[in-house]
Nanobody, 127 residues
Framework: QVQLVESGGGLVQAGGSLRLSCAASGRTFRWYAMGWFRQAPGKEREFLAVISGSGSITDYADPVKGRFTISRDNSKNTVYLQMNSLKPEDTAVYYC????????????????????WGQGTQVTVSS
């Protein structure tokens, strides 16, 4: 059974940083892209970043380009999201997810391309 467990969320002041972690089990994760998403109250879940199974390819949504960095450690089955220069509008529940496609180089950005999700971790940025 695939399980994803996020951690690292919390309360931070604007301009601060947080690093989220997502520990995965139940699948050979080096074969799958992994992504980060977020959902703010009253809004749809949105794509933030994705990293290929090999870790060689990444992609980011425009609102977080240059501020967030996705990385992974396949030896630990863990994906990370380093978030810098945080803004109040970054406040949301953050989710990691694993792609449904077996490929070490594929990156996907739409929700439907992911088949397992973590429970989410709250990030709150105060002004």
């Amino acid at each position: 059974q695939v399980q994803l467990v996020e951690s690292g969320g919390g309360l931070v002041q604007a301009g601060g940083s947080l690093r989220l972690s997502c520990a995965a089990s139940g699948r050979t994760f080096r074969w799958y892209a992994m992504g980060w998403f977020r959902q703010a109250p009253g809004k749809e879940r949105e794509f933030l970043a994705v990293i290929s199974g090999s870790g060689s390819i990444t992609d980011y949504a425009d609102p977080v380009k240059g501020r967030f960095t996705i990385s992974r450690d396949n030896s630990k089955n863990t994906v990370y999201l380093q978030m810098n220069s945080l803004k109040p509008e970054d406040t949301a529940v953050y989710y990691c997810a694993v792609s449904r496609h077996i490929s070490s180089i594929l990156v996907v950005t739409t929700l439907l391309e992911y088949d397992y999700w973590g429970q989410g971790t709250q990030v709150t940025v105060s002004s």
